[in-house]
């Protein structure tokens, strides 16, 4: 998960610095990847997680569409969850490992 996360961010943003940082809120870790590049456009936001999507800004770069179908699956089976958001000069991305 933390591959894919990563690596989108070093394609899509690849002149960006990039945070990654852990929260723990008592029920999940959280692990939060961000990126100071363009972010994704508001209309491609809703269907990031879809099987094969692939958003406006993917242009020419390789890829399949299933990198982010993937991580949200492996969180579900986790009973977890991922989110992914434009913010202030960048992109969040957000995975929430459930704690037992």
């Not at 972010?39 to 879809?50: Q, S």
């Not at 020419?60 to 992914?84: C, D, H, S, T, W």
């Amino acid at each position: 998960m933390y591959e894919n996360l990563i690596g989108n961010a070093i394609k899509y943003a690849p002149d960006s610095k990039i945070d990654i940082t852990h929260e723990n809120d008592g029920q999940y870790l959280i692990a939060i990847i961000r990126d100071y590049g363009i972010g994704i456009e508001d209309e491609d936001l809703p269907f990031i997680f879809d099987k094969f999507y692939r958003g406006k800004n993917a242009n020419e770069k390789p890829g399949a569409g299933l990198g982010l179908y993937i991580v949200k699956y492996i969180m579900e089976q986790m009973n977890g969850r991922a989110e992914i958001r434009n913010i202030e000069n960048g992109l969040e991305a957000k995975i929430y490992m459930k704690k037992k």
